[in-house]
T-cell receptor
Framework: SAVISQKPSRDICQRGTSLTIQCQVD?????MFWYRQQPGQSLTLIAT?????????ESGFVIDKFPISRPNLTFSTLTVSNMSPEDSSIYLC?????????????FGEGSRLTVL | GNSVTQMEGPVTLSEEAFLTINCTYT??????LFWYVQYPGEGLQLLLK?????DKGSNKGFEATYRKETTSFHLEKGSVQVSDSAVYFC????????????FGKGTLLTVNP
């Protein structure tokens, strides 16, 4: 298993500002992912964070809005840039523990952002 | 594209009641199906899974059977406990991208003593 810590757990932000969410894993993992859960919606994959290379973004998500860093095998950050109320969501960090078991991901508790 | 539809919540039950949370899916190919659970104050965790038609996933008294003919993966438990109170998410992966899970919206279950 993998233990994932996310910071902050929640925050209230002003429109136009940016916020960086940190994700720390207690073991080295190759694949880390960032998901978003908008109010009343399902989880949506934002991007895959690759160590040593650029993140891979899903359709509808761009690097300028959601820059991601992955400096090592246990840490990643997601920045939500130039926030608007539509960015109010729970952002979740997830990792593939590398067991080879399809779809078995570990998730952090999430970071609940409210943009005023 | 892929999609998952699960029953709207919230669901409120008394302890020892029978639980069913419906989940249906649309997917290309042959998806793997999952139920994830999020207990209060914790991250999502895998509850059970099934990787091919007619497989039954089970864990902690919960069961779900992969029904290809009805494209369903309903979650059941014969006797719920207060400790089962959580949000339950149905999900699928397909197309070789095991990490790219498609989730339902989640169902909040509250079990009262």
């Amino acid at each position: 298993s993998a233990v994932i810590s996310q910071k902050p757990s929640r925050d209230i932000c002003q429109r136009g500002t940016s916020l960086t969410i940190q994700c720390q894993v207690d073991s080295q993992v190759t694949m880390m992912f960032w998901y978003r859960q908008q109010p009343g919606q399902s989880l949506t994959l934002i991007a895959t964070a690759n160590q040593g290379s650029e993140a891979t973004y899903e359709s509808g998500f761009v690097i300028d809005k959601f820059p991601i860093s992955r400096p090592n095998l246990t840490f990643s950050t997601l920045t939500v840039s130039n926030m608007s109320p539509e960015d109010s969501s729970i952002y979740l960090c997830s990792v593939d523990p590398g067991t080879g078991a399809a779809g078995e991901l570990f998730f952090g508790e999430g970071s609940r952002l409210t943009v005023l | 594209g892929n999609s998952v539809t699960q029953m709207e919540g919230p669901v409120t039950l008394s302890e020892e009641a029978f639980l069913t949370i419906n989940c249906t899916y649309t997917a290309t190919g042959y998806p793997s199906l999952f139920w994830y659970v999020q207990y209060p104050g914790e991250g999502l965790q895998l509850l059970l899974k099934a990787t091919k038609a007619d497989d039954k996933g089970s864990n902690k008294g919960f069961e779900a059977t992969y029904r290809k003919e009805t494209t369903s993966f309903h979650l059941e438990k014969g006797s719920v406990q207060v400790s089962d109170s959580a949000v339950y998410f149905c999900a699928l992966s397909s197309g070789g991208s095991n990490y790219k899970l498609t989730f339902g919206k989640g169902t909040l279950l509250t079990v009262n003593p």
